[in-house]
């Protein structure tokens, strides 16, 4: 019997789920209740039933998919997180896996096994019709982030000589039709695309009407081997709802919709956003060891950039030692010009993400970063120089910190923006990369114009 306090917090999870269905799905599989834990999700979407198994234990994740039985929508492994999508297909039995296949789109399909041993992708397979069989080792040949990788191989295609009547007879027969779609292709004998024709022209045109009269001719198609960041660019740049994939000979081979693309621009966005922090490819999901050691390794490289700004302190030891005061204050310096580069960098490794950074105008933003941070910089100088004559008493100091927050603000945009472009020319991810980098210029930057100017002028 379900209690009336978990019907309420099931009713709660739509959306995100609360604390107290998860505690009641925990305790009912942990109390040997399988039936009670199914009912609890048993109205609850995918997306949501998939945020439910991701917060589970992962012993729990399996048991609830066993609790829910046949009632199981297969949709729910499509929307898990890598990493315990990984795992629930590692633990599911092959036979319930190659179910879940036949109930999902090639793209949603090729997702769920493509982590898998090869032999247990074959095994999957093989339980398979051999057009749906066929259709997913093709999306499993292209490389994973890739238009083909993405793409549904169910679609429409109809030869141009055909008549609106012909389609719509076709339609209603044909039994291989997707479950949903909303434009049909138009190919020729070679299945090389010509246009293609949305679902309301064929409703609104008369039966005897031929197909090639009332195409678009100027259809956009991308390669199957297009890298899926630039697909979500092509998307975002022509307003497309979808696009036909071509293979290298220019045939068709599948179609990509716009909701896969809107899930690639999210992970593209959250990559990048991961990158620059230095976080790597982690999720919530990850276990302690798996999340510490790409930490370790970004953090490592970091201490040495450290060490040098360090050494560069070491240069000016006699000099601190003379004056308290340039130990409190060069931190300032540091900081500012670090998040005066993280600024301009962030501004340009999305720019280059997106490709509104090209030769054609880099030019104009150098000069506009570099006027930035000279604005700010001149800003900041006269701030920072009467709080230190103030605080300190001293008009030098105060002219010192002023002509270092200068500097290194001019520093911090010129690396925002320059080792990016370098990076980006050199084939290395911007958005990896560019960070150690840039701070490390405005920690040596600033540190070194602050105390050499304080150990030319403050003696």
């Known amino acids: 019997m379900v209690e009336d306090r978990d019907i309420e917090a099931a009713s709660e999870s739509h959306g995100t789920p609360s604390p107290d269905l998860i505690r009641a799905i925990s305790d009912a ?63 599911l039995p092959n036979e319930i ?45 292209y490389p994973e982030d890739t238009a083909g990788r993405l793409m549904q191989s169910d679609f429409v295609a109809v030869p141009p000589f055909w008549t609106v009547g012909h389609v719509v007879d076709h339609m209603r027969e044909s039994d291989d039709l997707p479950d949903h779609f909303s434009e049909i292709f138009v190919v020729d004998p070679t299945f090389r695309v010509l246009g293609a024709v949305d679902l309301s022209r064929i409703l609104r045109s008369k039966r005897d ?15 199957a081997t297009e890298g899926q960041e630039e697909l979500a660019r092509q998307f975002q740049r022509y307003d497309l709802m979808s696009a036909p994939v071509v293979d290298a000979s220019n045939r068709l081979v599948g179609v990509v919709t716009v909701d896969d693309v809107v899930e690639v621009i999210q992970e593209e966005a959250d990559e990048d956003m991961r990158a620059l922090a230095g976080v790597g490819d982690e999720s919530l999901s990850d276990t302690v060891v798996e999340v510490a050691r790409p930490r370790f390794w970004w953090l490592f490289v970091n201490l040495f950039t450290a060490l040098l700004a360090s050494a560069v302190i070491g240069l000016f030891g006699a000099t601190i030692e003379k004056m308290v005061a340039l130990a409190v204050l060069m931190p300032i310096v540091a900081s500012m010009g670090g998040n005066a580069g993280t600024q301009t960098m962030t501004v340009a490794v999305r720019a280059l993400a997106t490709r509104e950074l090209t030769a054609a105008n880099v030019a104009r933003v150098v000069f506009r970063e570099t006027a930035v941070g000279l604005l700010n910089g001149v800003a900041f100088a006269i701030l920072m120089g009467l709080i230190a004559y103030f605080w300190f008493g001293s008009d030098r100091l105060g002219i010192v910190i002023g002509t270092a927050m200068v500097i290194n603000l001019v520093a911090a945009a010129l690396a925002g923006i320059f080792i990016p472009l370098a990076l980006n020319r050199m084939k290395f991810d911007p958005a990896v990369s560019s960070t150690v980098f840039v701070t490390t210029v405005t920690d040596v930057v600033g540190f070194f114009s602050f105390l050499g100017l304080a150990a030319l002028w403050l003696k």
């Open 97 to 141: 896996l190659a179910k879940a296949v036949t109930q999902l789109d090639t793209d949603d399909a090729a997702y769920v096994i493509e982590s898998l041993e090869e032999s247990d992708q074959k095994e999957i397979l093989a339980h398979l019709p051999t057009g749906e069989r066929q259709a997913i080792e093709r999306n499993l040949e």
């Open 209 to 223: 009407i031929a197909v090639a009269t009332i195409m678009n001719p100027d259809r956009h198609v991308v390669l």
């Open 29 to 91: 599989l942990g109390g040997n209740e399988p039936a009670r834990a199914a009912e609890l999700v048993r109205d609850l979407k995918a997306p949501d039933l998939a945020d439910i198994v991701e917060l589970l234990e992962p012993e729990e994740r399996i048991q609830l998919i066993q609790a829910i039985g046949p009632a199981f929508d297969y949709e729910v492994l499509s929307e898990l997180d890598e990493g315990v999508r990984d795992q629930v297909s590692e633990a």
